[in-house]
């Protein structure tokens, strides 16, 4: 009775309902790392619209979303949401990584930058093919899953990190590498829907591409084979591959990517802490 006292009150001063219910949070839920790098999963009240440093982002029909920042990320972001005639605005804070950078001269110039027209060509290609197969944003919602690691081995390379050669900076190192024998297997790290399959790219050899929905996707380089269709669903821990050391790599390594949106993040962020242990290069 109380209730429908205050109720008719408020009625009375010139509120209505539904300007009582727009007072309510939009943002109902923010988890993840707000670290350069990270990936942070929210919900907003169903019905909502959010904009992510301007730009509008998906939305399920129960109010999740996803966004990420990437590896030069400055400090403050903006997240909007709204709903009606409410609007709501999150400032967020980003902070800052130290990535280790590494200088290497003496290198033939041939081993530094590809020149050949035909090179060239075969990666204009093969970038096209990674960038179409990471266009579609779909409405799987597998990247709320706690991730798993796709390989076992030692870690030898990590997100962020970047080499200076010849005094020429090249790209980061947006991946982590899990260092392991040939053919050692390689799982899904979350489910997902096979977009890309490629035997032997000239940077990254053997390539696939998983989609965890709503413009989360992993990549697997260096693969020595590919075990996977493009359509194919995958389970967590479904067999995909086997580590290798194809395209430009070193040594035998899984170098897994994970991205959202044009947003290089940082894989080692969504995982337990990484045990090292031994590896597994038999038939599957």
Do not use: C
């Not at 440093?53 to 939305?59: A, D, H, L, T, Y």
């Not at 400090?75 to 009606?84: D, F």
């Not at 081995?153 to 790209?171: A, E, T, V, W």
């Amino acid at each position: 009775m109380k209730k429908l006292f205050v109720l008719v009150l408020l009625l009375m001063a010139g509120f209505s309902v539904s300007k009582l219910a727009a007072q309510e949070p939009l943002i109902l839920s923010l988890k993840g790392d707000f670290t350069q790098g990270g990936l942070v999963i929210g919900q907003a009240v169903p019905g909502s619209k959010v904009e992510f440093e301007g730009e509008p982002i998906k939305v399920s029909e129960d109010g999740h979303f996803v966004f990420g920042f990437h590896r030069d990320m400055p400090e403050k972001a903006t997240l909007v949401v709204s709903k009606g005639e409410q609007k709501e605005t999150q400032p967020i804070t980003v902070r800052k990584r130290q990535y280790n950078i590494e200088r290497i001269d003496g290198l033939p110039p041939s081993k530094v930058t590809p020149r050949k027209p035909e090179v060239l060509e075969r990666i204009k290609r093969e970038t096209a093919l990674v960038v179409k197969a990471r266009q579609e944003i779909t409405d799987l919602k597998y990247f709320m899953q706690d991730f798993i690691w796709p390989a076992k081995g030692r870690l030898s390379g990590f997100y962020g990190s970047q080499r200076i050669l010849n005094g020429d900076p090249k790209r980061p190192h947006f991946g982590v590498d899990v260092a392991a024998p040939t053919g050692t297997e390689v799982v899904a790290p979350a489910d997902g829907v096979v977009r890309l399959v490629h035997p032997d790219m000239f940077f990254s050899g053997g390539t696939i591409i998983i989609d965890h929905g709503f413009g989360v996707n992993s990549t697997f380089l260096h693969l020595s084979s590919v075990d996977v269709e493009v359509g194919q669903q995958v389970k967590q821990g479904d067999f995909i591959g086997r580590i290798g050391a194809t395209g430009r790599a070193t040594g035998p390594h899984l170098d897994w990517r994970l991205n959202w949106l044009s947003h290089r993040l940082d894989p080692q962020l969504l995982v337990p802490p990484f045990e090292e242990t031994e590896t597994k290069t038999g038939s599957k």
